[in-house]
């Protein structure tokens, strides 16, 4: 007879295919799809989420969650076995929480804001959407009972993104990063180079032709992944080594498929370290949404935009443009790629501005979910915030409050993982820089594997065993700490800025 354990791994298996079939439907969505296609998707979409559903929540699987636990009591801690067992059953707990018809509800009404959003969006039109985003806002406090006893009802949905984490535990962290982040726009907030060299006529496929390039150098085999352009880059893993990177060709700007691919290959090469025997389960993911970006932000700003990898990547884009960078210099270049900006757009947003676009939203989103702010009261409250952090003003709700698809996706507790994530990647980089000493020297010559192979070493090659507050201890021997991330942005901006007046 199998042991429960082994049923366990078979049963999680086929509720992890679903899920990747998923993420393969969803990916042909966004890049190859044709128009037609939308309504048949959205129904196959659906049909694969309820069967994962029923599976994860039946009485066989909860109960044979509980025979293998009694299977591998006294294992380690961190061995795959206990790991399986406990991740499984956290999972499995939390979806039995919440009523099928709660969660129909919440798709639902997502769906509706959705396109309500498109809509209020394409008019600026606030007061459209306001019902909608209304509905979302109940909704999810009611998702969130489905979780009590807790301290704060946004304790809930961050644990969706950030398993364990509490809103006491981030709400300093996020000050902390805040206060520290407002001084340095004052300061640097549009000191930089001119970026314009950047912008002009960059045809699409000359842009492909140097993103394959640069693709070709960095540390993914080549028949583990393909490459694809879409409106709104991402990256799907159909499994560790069936990687779905993608980038977008902007012809009047070159800025935006180059560094899109170092974001993506970044959450790539995560994907790609994750062991194969733990892909088919539920340890065969990233640690958490933070961690996954903290891995993206690493490639795209650490890496992506520091003066030595800037070096090996310039001679690459001046072959690729040679009448629009052939005389550009590496100084210049350096300094374009940092340039700080106060701007309306998070996703415009550059790395000192960013997490302030961030916590604006967190704080609003907070006090939402806390009853502490009506819906009605969101745009002026935006607009005040844009004002307070970044000294912009707002001119209209569709580049203000209306901006981003989150709230309209019922996605509460989503938007600080992006903060975290470059928090968790300043903690990693003064590590990193600590413990690889030639770091700069290989980045000159486009060199990642020794960074891909302390990555893998200490973080992807452990799925999602352990949580985020387990696994930044066992990474950097303290918990999350803004500061380092502070130090960086300061000594790169002071580097930056210096550097222009010679
Ligand atoms: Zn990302």
């Known amino acids: 007879m199998p042991s429960a354990l082994d049923e366990l791994k078979a049963r999680l298996g086929r509720i992890a295919d679903l899920d990747r079939a998923a993420a393969l439907l969803a990916w042909d969505e966004r890049t190859g799809m044709p128009p037609g296609g939308a309504q048949a998707r959205a129904e196959q979409l659906a049909t694969l989420a309820e069967l994962g559903h029923e599976l994860t929540v039946s009485d066989e699987l909860a109960e044979l969650i509980e025979r293998a636990a009694g299977e591998v009591e006294g294992l380690p801690y961190e061995s795959d076995e206990a790991s399986l067992v406990r991740v499984a059953r956290r999972d499995v707990e939390r979806a039995r929480r919440v009523p099928t018809e709660l969660s129909g509800e919440l798709a639902r009404a997502a769906s509706l804001a959705e396109n309500a959003w498109v809509r209020a969006r394409a008019e600026s039109d606030f007061a459209a959407f306001r019902p909608y985003l209304e509905r979302n806002v109940e909704l999810r406090r009611r998702y969130a009972e489905c979780f009590a006893p807790?301290?704060?009802?946004?304790?809930?949905?961050?644990?969706?993104?950030?398993?364990?984490?509490?809103?006491?535990?981030?709400?300093?962290?996020?000050?902390?990063?805040?206060?520290?982040?407002?001084?340095?726009?004052?300061?640097?907030?549009?000191?930089?180079?001119?970026d314009s060299f950047l912008r002009g006529e960059f045809p699409a496929d000359r842009q492909r032709a140097l993103v394959e390039r640069i693709l070709a150098s960095l540390p993914i085999p080549a028949d583990e992944r393909r490459l694809d352009p879409t409106p709104h880059p991402f990256l799907t893993a159909i499994a560790p080594t069936d990687l779905r990177i993608t980038t977008r060709y902007d012809e009047d700007n070159l800025s935006m498929s180059v560094w899109s691919l170092l974001h993506e290959c970044g959450h790539a090469i995560y994907e790609n370290g994750i062991p194969h025997e733990l892909s088919r389960t539920p340890l065969g993911r990233a640690v958490s949404l933070a961690f996954h970006e903290s891995q993206s932000r690493m490639l795209e700003n650490w890496v992506g935009r520091s003066r030595p990898y800037l070096a090996y990547l310039l001679p690459l884009m001046r072959e690729a443009f040679p009448e629009q960078l052939g005389d550009i210099g590496l100084d210049r270049l350096y300094r374009a790629a940092n340039r700080v900006e106060r701007s309306l757009i998070r996703v415009d947003a550059d790395e000192v501005t960013y997490n302030l676009h961030i916590i604006l939203r967190f704080e609003l989103e907070v006090a939402l979910v806390r009853g502490e702010l009506e819906v009605a009261e969101l745009p002026d409250a935006w607009n005040q915030r844009m004002w307070d952090y970044l000294g912009v003003e707002v001119p209209d709700d569709a580049s203000g409050v209306l901006q981003d698809v989150h709230w309209a996706a019922g996605a509460f507790g989503y938007f600080p993982t992006y903060a975290l994530g470059n928090v968790i990647a300043g903690q990693l980089w003064e590590l990193i820089r600590r413990e690889l000493p030639d770091l700069d020297e290989q980045l000159e010559r486009g060199e990642l594997a020794p960074l891909r192979d302390w990555l893998r070493e200490r973080l992807h090659r452990h799925g999602a065993r352990f949580e985020p507050a387990e696994m930044v201890e066992r990474l950097v021997g303290g918990g999350l700490d803004p500061a380092p991330l502070l130090a960086q942005l300061e000594a790169r901006q002071a580097e930056v800025t210096g550097a222009a007046r010679h």
Not at 155 to 179: F, Q
């Open 150 to 194: 807790y301290e704060h009802p946004y304790d809930p949905l961050l644990d969706d993104y950030e398993p364990g984490l509490t809103t006491a535990e981030l709400e300093p962290v996020l000050a902390r990063l805040r206060d520290g982040l407002r001084p340095l726009v004052e300061r640097y907030a549009g000191a930089g180079e001119d």
